[in-house]
């Protein structure tokens, strides 16, 4: 168990998404100090080869570590599937993916065995999910399709829009003909489409939101002490664009967030030295 009450809990993404996650701890962990970092200077992961985002990742994860942080949560769903053990064993924090949890999760509520899973590609691709949720129960039958679209419809703030019945139509016809009872929201942007996603599916179908199970699973590894009057304070911080990020993470936090510090992770000469 970890308990220092000075560190903070590192959260990374690929940008904006990961705030679904962010979101979830801040309400199990209401007084420890989060720091949370968007790689909105790079975002998307999801079509990159797994070894930028697995670059990326470590680079992200190291600037957490410079932080101070006690535990590294890895918010994005692509970075889980293509780094969560190279981060375990270069760094001596507790490092939790999204993809466990979730995976376990799933394997809970279903009960005809019959999962579906929709991710990025690079997710998709990387079988994740499936070999997870397959070692936890064999005789799993799963059905996987990536969904890029999603990403964009919710950064753009359209997840109640008719073009995002439209995606999720077009997307999801065909994994609900395999009669799955569960479907697990594979990416940290699925979660804003959630309405959407569920008026499509219908009821039967039990969507699993990753960025919830997550911080259920921060809990075993966090002694926080739930007594104490103080709130914990917030970090953010992005490779990028901070006033789009703060407008974003407003809307989807219910919140004014105001204080938004760039950083630079890679050597940029030009950008060091060229930015105010
Ligand atoms: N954060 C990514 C994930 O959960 C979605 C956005 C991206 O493609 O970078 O997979």
Known sequence: MVNNKKQAIGIFDSGVGGLTVFKEIRKQFPSEDIIYFGDTARVPYGPKSPNTVLEYSIQNARFLIQNNVKVIVIACNTSTSVALDVLRK?????????????????????????????????????????????KMKKDSIIFEKSCPLFVSLAEEGWENHEVASIVTKE?????????????????????????????????????????????????????????TNVNGENYFYVSDNENKFKKLASRILGEKIELVQKVYLGESWFLKNNEG
């Open 171 to 227: 997307y999801l016809s065909e994994i609900v003909k395999n009669e799955i009872d569960t479907l697990v929201l594979g990416c940290t942007h699925y979660p804003i489409l959630k309405d959407t996603i569920q008026k499509f599916v219908g009821k039967k179908i039990t969507l699993v939101d990753s960025a919830v199970e997550i911080s259920k699973s921060l809990k075993e590894i966090i002694n926080n002490d739930q007594n």
């Open 90 to 134: 270069l760094f001596n924090v507790p490092v939790i993916g999204v993809i466990e949890p979730g995976s376990k999760k799933a394997v809970n509520v279903s009960k005809n065995n019959r999962i579906g899973v929709i991710g990025t590609e690079g997710t998709i691709k990387s079988k994740a999910y499936r070999k997870t949720i397959s």
